[in-house]
């Protein structure tokens, strides 16, 4: 496709007193770089934003912290592996899931004063 571009010419014709300029082969390429250029911003660095912001949380995993589980479940950890955690979800009650399955930390909830609004 680029050697067809660039092998591209405009013959002048005997009759035409106006003559063309052959294409730029970086003009012709400019939208295919646009579009890669807008498929990186809006698809591939959000990706690997999630990602770094996800092992960062794996890290920083800890015994006694209240997590959210990608089954919507919420509980604390209590043990922790290199690949599990056992997470309490209600008094007595323990599951073991993945590590990669707690999807967030749980901070304390703010309520608001009575009075004020947001």
Known sequence: MLL????????????????SKPTNALVSLLPL???FGLFYL???RPQRQRQRKQAELMGDLKIGDEVQTAA????????????FAWVEIAPGTTIKML?????GKVGPTEEAE????G
Do not use: H, K, Y
Request: hydrophobic share 45%.
């Open 4 to 19: 067809t571009i660039l092998a591209q010419t405009v013959t002048p014709t005997s009759t035409s007193t106006v003559t």
């Open 33 to 35: 770089i646009l579009i």
């Open 42 to 44: 809006f698809m591939i």
């Open 72 to 83: 919507g479940m919420f509980g604390n950890i209590v043990q922790l592996s290199d690949e």
């Open 99 to 103: 590590r990669r399955a707690v999807i």
């Open 114 to 117: 009575p009075g004020t609004t």
